[in-house]
């Protein structure tokens, strides 16, 4: 029997490890789409190395890039579907987690745009909306009892571009919309019940 096999990647530890790896990918989702870079750090390894694609390099780096680019993206949603997630031994597993991804870039947004849509600039002067599908590869280390990722790589799917025009639907001004900084509604409902 392979060392990997050795151990029930079902036992109770297992399972409790699975929902913290699982936690861990949903809070990247939400940080990158709330833009929260205060909470990035926590996610990874310090000594982490990230592929994605139009960056590589280590966690500052990392987080540093997101800040930038991502600050004339307007709208930022992250869908997590397969979480794949198996174990070489008790503290190392790989993690396959499959997303689908829909921002809004401003019209200035251009040079941010390039980087994400393999250099297609979209219309002149228009919002565009990407939606495109990648997996993360990950590896997730527990390191001091904690899991965090120490390598990804973002496998990349297809993707769409599509124009916005100016008198495109808009939220009403009543309605909650979605911010990307600490103002969103789900910031202000955590501190409201002492979460966080």
Known sequence: MSAALEFDPYSPER???????????????RAVDRLDLAV?????HEDMQDNHGSYRGDRAGLIRWIGERHQSITFSMHLVSNILIEFANPDLALVETTILSVQRYA?????????????????????????GSARYVDRFERRDGKWKISRRTVV????????VPADGPAPLPAWEIQRRDGSDFIFRERAALGIG
Request: charge should be negative; hydrophobic fraction near 40%; charged fraction near 30%.
């Open 15 to 29: 399972l409790a490890d699975r929902a913290r790896i699982q936690d861990i990918m949903l809070r990247w989702c």
């Open 40 to 44: 990035m750090p926590e996610l990874f």
């Open 107 to 131: 019209p200035e947004a251009r040079e941010s745009l390039a980087q994400s849509s393999g250099g297609k600039l979209g219309e002149p002067g228009m919002a565009t909306d990407v939606t």
């Open 156 to 163: 990349f799917g297809w993707k769409r571009m599509e124009p």
